[in-house]
Antibody
Framework: QVQLQESGPGLVKPSETLSLTCAVSGYSISRGYYWGWIRQPPGKGLEWIGFIFHSGNIFYTPSLRSRVTILVDTSKNQFSLRLSSVTAADTALYYC????????????WGQGILVTVSS | QSALTQPASVSGSPGQSITISCSGTSSDVGGYNYVSWYQQHPGKAPKLMIYEVTTRPSGVSNRFSGSKSGNTASLTISGLQAEDEADYYCSSYTFTSAVDVVFGGGTKLTVL
């Protein structure tokens, strides 16, 4: 059974960098699929952030591309998200998810982690 | 403002059928068969219900079905049950200048 688990700080100061990690169990990232991030502001809808292939091929949503970095660590079977220059608008529940390659749907999700941007 | 348009809410009585629409453009819903639907109960992560417009993942009830006509995709739930009460989101692949994945704003389903 594929499982994903997000971890990282729940509070980030404005203008700083948000950093999250997603640990994957039950499946080796090196075998395939895209591995990505989706966020959901409190009480609002879902927003795709980006995903990465194990080889390093990466896609980001255009609106966040200038501030986002997604990295993969196949030795630890995990991937990470970094979002720079955060503001209150980046406060959200952040989910990591497995993305079916070339079909662009998310079949396994983490439980989500709430990140609040506040001083 | 979400890229895909969904009704904010729909409702139905147990046993009835409801349909949730998801309107996009020829650059997303209308241009590709990469529409998916997700169910989200309060405090829970989204769950995949439909992918590639019409395909149900293993374990998802056959009361859930998907379709598409032109730039609008639809999710139909037949034989409504209390457990179906949740938020539903559609999603589509899109490519204008770059790969992108867009979501609808979500629809709150109330089972009366």
């Amino acid at each position: 059974q594929v499982q994903l688990q997000e971890s990282g700080p729940g509070l980030v100061k404005p203008s700083e960098t948000l950093s999250l990690t997603c640990a994957v169990s039950g499946y080796s990232i090196s075998r395939g699929y895209y591995w990505g991030w989706i966020r959901q502001p409190p009480g609002k809808g879902l927003e795709w952030i980006g995903f990465i292939f194990h080889s390093g091929n990466i896609f980001y949503t255009p609106s966040l591309r200038s501030r986002v970095t997604i990295l993969v660590d196949t030795s630890k079977n995990q991937f990470s998200l970094r979002l720079s220059s955060v503001t209150a608008a980046d406060t959200a529940l952040y989910y990591c998810a497995r993305t079916v390659t070339s079909q662009y749907y998310f079949d396994y999700w983490g439980q989500g982690i709430l990140v609040t941007v506040s001083s | 403002q979400s890229a895909l348009t969904q009704p904010a809410s729909v409702s139905g009585s147990p046993g009835q059928s409801i349909t949730i629409s998801c309107s996009g453009t020829s650059s997303d819903v209308g241009g590709y068969n990469y529409v998916s639907w997700y169910q989200q109960h309060p405090g829970k992560a989204p769950k995949l219900m439909i992918y590639e417009v019409t395909t149900r993942p293993s374990g998802v009830s056959n009361r859930f079905s998907g379709s598409k006509s032109g730039n609008t995709a639809s999710l139909t739930i037949s034989g409504l049950q209390a457990e179906d009460e949740a938020d539903y989101y559609c999603s589509s692949y899109t490519f204008t200048s770059a790969v992108d994945v867009v979501f609808g704003g979500g629809t709150k389903l109330t089972v009366l």
